[in-house]
């Protein structure tokens, strides 16, 4: 049988994205031009023609100016989970802060959609060693699940080393939940990321496909995420340091295209699916 794979768009503008926080400050996201119910409905429209459903993690910001998106997305039979309210990175949060604007994010999802939301993403995957303890804030607000931890080294997130599949946490009161960490396979000797967003854009097609067709091999399912903004060549162009620049447009022309191929080579459904699939929720 096919190995079922989870599909995650995480819902939030170009101007909101880490490489940009240096230059753009949070007070001025409302000078900016909304381009994120435009590139989020072509997503839609391109996962109904492929049949598969997906999960998207919707930041706060963006559902309070955007409830008739959430609504639709939850109306087009996809999951709704969240992505923080204000895409701080978690390990410059005190948990007080991170706690207010998680619960916070958490209810207005659910009041927009009528619905429990129990999935958590980090802002940027900022759950690192650093900021472990909001993993027992996520449990005590209520979640099922967590994808925030890249099993990498990297300059601004990771825990290496750490598992590679989907795995259950607990916290000190005996609750727990599942961490699903974003998508590596072994290529040329190394664990390199294949989960998606600027790896997916930078990588030649065929070499995600060959690492994310590696864990596929290994009967396990591999997450896969993207941003509306990543298929929007035509986005307002933001001046900011040249890798920031290099790590946020190289190879937007290239990226619905490919995803078009993914969609028709591995086979896709929500996070809440594949855990369930899995045996990891009920
Ligand atoms: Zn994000």
Known sequence: MTVRNALTVDVEDYFHVSAFANSIDQREWGDYPLRVERNTHLLLDLFDENQVKATFFVLGWVAERTVNLVEEIHARGHEVASHGYSHQLVYNQSPETFKQETLRSKSILEDIIQADVNGYRAASYSITDKSRWALDILIEAGFEYDSSIFPIRHDRYGIANSPEHPYRIDSPDGRSLVEFPLSTARLFGYRIPVAGGGYFRLYPYWLSKAGLSQVNHRREPFIFYLHPWEI???????????????????????????????????????????????????
């Not at 929007?232 to 190879?251: E, G, I, M």
């Open 232 to 282: 929007d060549p035509d986005q307002p162009k933001v001046s900011t340091s040249w890798l920031s620049r290099f790590r946020h447009y190289n190879n937007l022309d290239k990226c619905e295209p490919r995803l078009r191929k993914l969609l028709t080579d591995f086979s896709f459904c929500t996070i809440r699916e594949v855990l369930f699939e899995q045996g990891m929720l009920t």
